[in-house]
């Protein structure tokens, strides 16, 4: 899918950081960038540099592992996550990796975040890593919502208690809001997204999770999409994602 000019290309005296165009040219997602241009992994006319934010003007040849970077059509999907697959690319020993159900071979795409091997529902997927900091990233504070089913019913005093906050392992959790549906069953939605932070929520009132899906990103909602199928997004949807709720 086309986008502006402006945000696809480096046109010369349009200046860009190295840090962005390696992003936009869909090497990895923006963090992993920052790592690799500091490692030394990334070359601008055949020179390593190792500052994300050197400026380039357009006119240079950047290449990675051999091969010569550029920024061409950027690719967005969404996948409905099945329980039992992880979000990885690189683990080889890994027999369910949720990138596989994306069929669309010749890209390289990598997930949006993250959701665990034991969760289910919307994950983006892309090789736009501008895109990916967008959604991941704190500042830009974009609430991802979750459906999620306990093993015993949380009370309103509970409910408030995981909105106010609570301490786990150094690390402070909260929802930014939490709705219930049912005796057993929540719609959380969250803002920072820490490594399990539903789940450790959940269990600081020594409760379980029983089922945990992801239903929105954004704007963005998972709608009627099958579990293990995935769409490419429209314009629209992609803009949908990355709206502030």
């Known amino acids: 899918m086309k986008e502006n000019p402006d945000l696809n290309q480096n046109p010369v005296g349009k ?3 190295l840090l962005k165009f390696v992003s936009r040219a869909g090497l990895a997602s923006r963090r992993t960038t920052f790592e690799l241009i ?8 055949g020179k390593p540099v190792t500052e994300p934010s050197f400026p380039l003007d357009g006119n240079e040849e950047v290449t990675a592992n051999g091969k010569k970077l550029q920024i061409n059509d950027r690719h967005y999907f969404m996948l409905n996550k099945p329980v039992g697959y992880i979000c990885t690319n690189d683990d080889p020993n890994a027999p369910l ?18 959701l665990d091997k034991d969760s289910e529902g919307l994950l983006l997927f892309t090789d ?10 704190p500042r830009y504070e974009i609430v991802k919502t979750y459906r999620v089913w306990t093993d015993k019913p949380l009370s309103k005093k509970m409910l408030d208690t995981l909105c106010a906050g609570i301490t786990d392992r ?3 959790l909260s929802a930014l809001s939490i709705k219930s549906e049912s005796d057993l069953v929540y719609i959380f939605r969250m803002k920072e997204g820490k490594k399990r932070e539903i789940r450790r929520l959940i269990g ?3 409760r379980k999770t029983a089922r945990l899906q ?16 995935f769409k490419a997004l429209s314009e629209r949807e992609i803009k949908l994602a990355l709206k502030e709720q």
Do not use: C
């Open 15 to 17: 200046k860009l950081t």
């Open 38 to 45: 500091k490692n030394g992994t990334v070359f601008v006319d």
């Open 214 to 229: 992801r239903i929105a990103v954004g704007g963005l909602n998972l709608g009627d999409l099958q579990v293990g199928k």
């Open 128 to 137: 736009d890593g501008d895109f990916s900091a967008k959604l991941t990233h």
């Open 97 to 114: 990796k949720a990138v596989d159900l994306i069929k669309m071979p010749g890209l390289r795409l990598f997930s949006v975040g993250r």
């Open 170 to 172: 150094g690390e402070r």
């Open 204 to 206: 600081s009132l020594n």
